[in-house]
């Protein structure tokens, strides 16, 4: 099945399982129209939805908006629609899963949106709240984020990895019986909404340190300097 796409649509449908194409033409128009340079496109793992980072610091979003990542009242956006975050401020980084999304600002800060959302605050029918890009709490400073819908590995400029959301299967590297920096045992079945930090030392050389992070559903992947 192949859906028609109106005149001043962005996005064209070409399957009846929701994966969208980019029209760059529209996309061009669209940018001249609004005085946009673009930086960055990232599309969904499913390539339902893109999110369109632009040189200035602002985000945008166009596709299926399955969990509310862009807007809880559209089922799908055909012209790129800007995020609103709690505070002024300009994105520097993105990353996308199925159905979240996540970003750096320029003061290393992290916000997520989509149903990640919905596991950290447990509202799983409370849409509504997806789309509002949520402040990871920490005073730390992070480089590089990596998200799956149910949970989040961040890199800090301290070269620690800090993590938070679901741990259904240990994907956040926490120790199911013994966790330094909570207050309780970390169980594997628990949703932390707590950030906390990963203790790789008993793992990496003195020399080497995490520069880039991966993630899956339920698995997380740290790659180190020297591999």
């Keep these: 099945m192949t859906t028609l796409t109106q005149h001043n649509d962005i996005t064209t449908t070409t399957q ?57 009242h559209e089922k799908r956006v ?74 989040l590995l961040a890199l800090s400029d301290k070269s620690e990895v800090w993590v938070l959301g679901c741990n259904r299967n240990n994907q956040l590297g926490l120790d199911p019986n013994l966790s330094k920096d909570a207050d309780e045992a970390v169980q594997p079945w628990q949703t932390r909404d707590i950030v906390q930090k990963i203790d790789l030392t008993p793992h990496l050389r003195k020399d080497d340190k995490p520069i880039r992070l991966v993630t899956a559903s339920y698995s997380s992947f740290i790659i180190t300097e020297h591999g």
């Design 16 to 72: 009846s399982h929701h994966t969208v194409n980019l029209d760059k033409k529209a996309l061009r128009t669209w940018q001249k129209e609004n005085d946009i340079n673009i930086q960055q496109i990232l599309s969904t793992e499913s390539r339902s939805s893109f999110v369109i980072l632009s040189t200035s610091g602002d985000v945008y979003g166009v596709g299926y908006n399955s969990k509310g990542k862009f807007d809880p």
């Design 78 to 151: 055909t012209i790129p629609k800007k995020l609103s975050f709690p505070h002024d401020t300009s994105i520097k980084k993105i990353a996308v899963s199925a159905e979240s999304l996540a970003f750096i600002d320029q003061k290393g800060e992290v916000y997520t949106t989509g149903s990640i959302n919905s596991f950290l605050a447990n509202t799983l029918n409370h849409r509504s709240t997806n789309a509002t890009p949520r402040k990871m709490a920490s005073h730390e400073k992070f480089i590089e984020v990596a998200i799956s819908d149910n949970h």
